[in-house]
């Protein structure tokens, strides 16, 4: 009796993998249009001009949701998408820059600051999975691709900003450094701790500004002042703005970080509970 030689192909995945890349002709003409644009991303507006308005939203969303189940495009948000374009393979496996989804999602105007601004000025050795992005509205946290989009808003704000370009055919908002001090004193909890913020006062690799930060830590609140007034102290920054802090009197107490435990001496001189201690600080600076 012969035996039967069992193929290492199954025929069963086989065919799911080419129906899965198997388009209708609404589907090729949505996935082709939008793979001639620059940008991978689109929404369903961008759709209907491309194809001249001749789809509706539903029949759009239908469309787009089947092109979702065959690989050919991730939703981000709610009428949102990516492209999965034609050399991702049957997988469909393919990756943007998480800057370039956050310009794409962001509500305008805005700029990326707190890790995200430490990571892209290389002020930290941590590779933080959170996008923080700054904005004058209210937007819920997102999650795509293995990174989270956390929005923080402000109602006013005017930004020094560096526009980057590059980013997967985007061009990206990002602090300033000078601002990007501003934010992580203000909220060293969005920068991974105080002795994250720390790293942004060496200035000799990040070449502050210092008159720019003068003008714009006087617009700051109380706390943010004083946290930086200490680490400044703490590193040596002895200039002109350190004395105009010399200068000043801070009522009260704030925390250093308030990311800790409210545990700690308190400081007259900074107006600071002081709830990480100063070697902590300077290894993790030093160490850097």
Known sequence: MDKKIKSSKNPVSSIND?????????ESRVFFSMGERKSPFFTISDVKTRLGN??????????????EKKRRVKR???????????????????????????????????????????SYWKATTQI?????IVSQKHKEKTQF?????RFI?????????????????????IASVEQTVIDCFERPELCGGITEAANLIRESQFKIDWDKTTEMIGRASSATQRRLYY??????KHNELWWQFENTKFPGYRQLDPSRCAKG????????????????????????
């Open 153 to 173: 808003k402000k109602k006013e704000f005017n930004s020094p900003s560096t526009v980057v370009k590059g980013y997967d055919n985007s061009t990206v908002t």
């Open 54 to 67: 001749k789809l509706s939203d539903e029949y759009l969303r239908i469309t787009l949701s089947k092109l």
């Open 76 to 118: 981000i948000e709610r009428g949102k998408y990516m492209l999965n374009p034609s050399q991702s393979g049957m997988a469909g496996d393919w990756m943007v820059h998480e800057f370039a989804v956050a310009d794409f999602i962001a509500p305008k105007p805005y700029y990326l600051s707190y890790y995200s601004a430490l």
């Open 231 to 236: 680490i400044m102290d703490l590193l040596g």
């Open 128 to 132: 933080p999975r959170t996008v923080f």
């Open 145 to 149: 691709g293995g990174a989270s989009y």
């Open 18 to 26: 080419n129906q899965s890349f198997s388009l209708n002709s609404t």
């Open 265 to 288: 001496k308190h400081s007259t001189k900074f107006g600071l509970l002081l709830n990480v201690g100063r070697e902590e600080i300077v290894r993790e600076t030093m160490n850097y």
